[in-house]
């Protein structure tokens, strides 16, 4: 019998025909029922028809549907993939400008900091009425992994206040595993060039890894290669690495003074702690502008919109291309699709996983969400007891995990002063902003953000009324430390082919945002 498999936000660029892809990958389950569900129109057709292609292309027996109506396209659905960006671009750009001008300058700004904390307020009511839909409508069992960012906030809310069985996924653990085999394969050959006599290729089959922590904060605390642990040895790696060490200089400072190597990268990893982007003058020294993600200010909203308007534009062209080939060989690390094999097939599968901690770290609160190893077949998921983490690593965690707590409870309840002590206590804000000016910007991103914030209608009305009373304390030039200027259309052109792939490595889905051409 064939799965259904329904996503929310699946007009999203690259994310949701990739999934796909990863799941018709597997022979087992190349009929699958897919359900594409989006509030903007425009972006779902777009993606149903280039995802119709390419199932077509492939001579495969999967169905796809697309609705506006979540509760239809969720109905009897098995798996729920939850891709969204709530308040699309719009809320995403107030997200990095309003706190600059208290001298807030963030990188990614959607899992910590004032970014994280305000996508997390308009994210956890819409995850709250998903939850409440897929217990109404589909499966019984259905299983909903959250793609979504802030990923540990969306998870602890569908967990806590949910009632579904939820899983949180992220690729940071793989993509830092990556960085490790790299660092350990120019510390084997020392200095022997590639494909020259006796050079030893690392690569992931070759390096075990353990991490531990929360998502965007998880720790290598274990990395083994030819049944050596080689964790005391990845600093001089990352400090000889030709790029690394000039792309990961935040991580490799972390690294350096805790002793574990990060998952997340250079951009994120240096807002979630307050030691690197407080003083403006000083951000440039710890972060490269060759790609966003290694700390260019408001780096992924540029990438983001410049992404989308890509895509708008150049679509007819995204038609024309080659559809991709599906194959079991190719298929992305992303972990949705091989959860769903191991669940229908019982081939077990290893990832790691955010989930509440229940103990699994010891030295973490069992309500954080955590993410850890573990195990899946056709008897679900089994997460691994870990042992505690090291001392200053649950101290950074921690330090997060309170932050995240309040952020959860104030979106579910429409608290302001959980609101604003989860801004006074995130690490970042805490180290730039004093309390007025903290109280004041939580102020002016509620009022900005009103249209997705239902849940403090009473509490905007009366910021409104403070921020016309009061003298203005976010005073400082919004430019930003290292920020970039978006790129319009006309400028994209000139290399339509880095134009494409930055596209179709953009957002992830956007729901309940402008549904209108964004320029």
Excluded at 38 to 67: C, F, G, H, Y
Aim: glycine share 8%; hydrophobic share 35%.
């Amino acid at each position: 019998m064939s799965i259904k498999v329904a996503v929310i936000g699946a007009g999203s660029i690259g994310f949701t025909r990739r999934l796909m892809r990863d799941i018709l990958s597997v022979s087992e389950l190349q009929d699958t029922e897919f359900a594409f569900h989006d509030l903007n129109r425009s972006n779902l057709d777009m993606i149903a028809k280039l995802a119709q292609r390419d199932i077509e292309a492939n001579d495969l027996p999967a169905v796809l549907s697309t609705s506006t109506d979540r509760r239809r396209s969720l109905e009897g659905a098995d798996y729920i993939l939850n891709t969204t960006r709530i308040g699309g671009l719009d809320a995403f750009a107030s997200d990095i400008d309003i706190p600059l001008k208290y001298g807030v300058d963030q990188c990614v700004g959607d899992t910590l900091c004032a970014g994280g904390i305000m996508y997390g307020q308009r994210n956890i009511p819409q995850v709250l009425a998903f939850c409440r839909d897929i217990r109404e409508v589909a499966s019984d069992n259905a299983l909903f992994l959250n793609y979504a960012n802030p990923m540990a906030m969306n998870t602890w809310a569908a967990l806590e206040y949910g009632g579904v069985d939820t899983v949180g996924l992220c690729h940071g653990v793989q993509g830092g595993h990556g960085q490790i085999c790299q660092v350990i394969e120019g510390l084997v050959n020392k200095g022997r060039k590639p494909g020259s006599k006796n050079y030893r290729t690392v690569g992931k089959k070759d390096v075990d890894i353990i991490a531990s922590g929360i998502n965007h904060q998880t720790w290598y605390v274990q990395v083994q290669y030819e049944g050596e642990d080689w964790t005391d040895r990845l600093l001089e790696g990352f400090e000889r690495h030709p790029h690394f060490s000039e792309t990961e200089k935040v991580r490799i400072d972390m690294l350096r003074r805790f002793g574990y190597y990060s998952t997340e990268s250079n951009g994120h990893l240096s807002e979630y702690v307050p030691w690197y982007r407080k003083r403006p003058r000083e951000i440039r020294r710890w972060i490269s502008l060759d790609r966003w993600i290694n700390g260019e200010t408001g780096g992924y909203l540029r990438v983001c919109t410049e992404g989308r308007n890509w895509f708008e534009t150049d679509f007819p062209n995204w038609m024309k291309a080659d559809p991709p080939v599906f194959s079991y060989e190719t298929r992305s690390e992303e972990h949705g699709s091989w959860i769903i094999e191991a669940l229908e097939t019982g081939r077990v599968y290893r990832g790691h996983f955010n989930v509440r901690n229940d103990g699994a770290v010891p030295n973490l609160p069992d309500e954080a969400i955590v993410e850890v190893p573990g195990y899946v077949d056709r008897n679900g998921l089994n997460i691994t007891q870990l042992d505690p983490l090291p001392r200053g690593c649950a101290a950074v965690c921690n330090q997060s995990i309170s932050v995240q707590g309040l952020a959860v409870e104030a979106a579910v309840l429409g608290d302001i002063d959980l609101l604003r002590q989860a801004f006074m206590l995130d690490p970042l804000i805490g180290a730039v902003c004093d309390p007025p000016e903290i109280w004041q910007m939580v102020d002016e991103m509620l009022v900005a953000q009103a249209k997705w914030l239902p849940q403090y209608r009473s509490e905007i009305s009366r910021a409104k009324k403070r921020l016309a009373k009061a003298k203005p304390l976010g005073t400082r030039s919004i430019k930003g430390a290292a920020r970039l200027k978006t790129k319009s259309v006309a400028e994209m052109k000139k290399d339509a082919v880095a134009a494409r792939k930055n596209a179709d490595a953009a957002d992830k889905g956007d729901l309940l945002g402008k549904k209108k051409k964004r320029g």
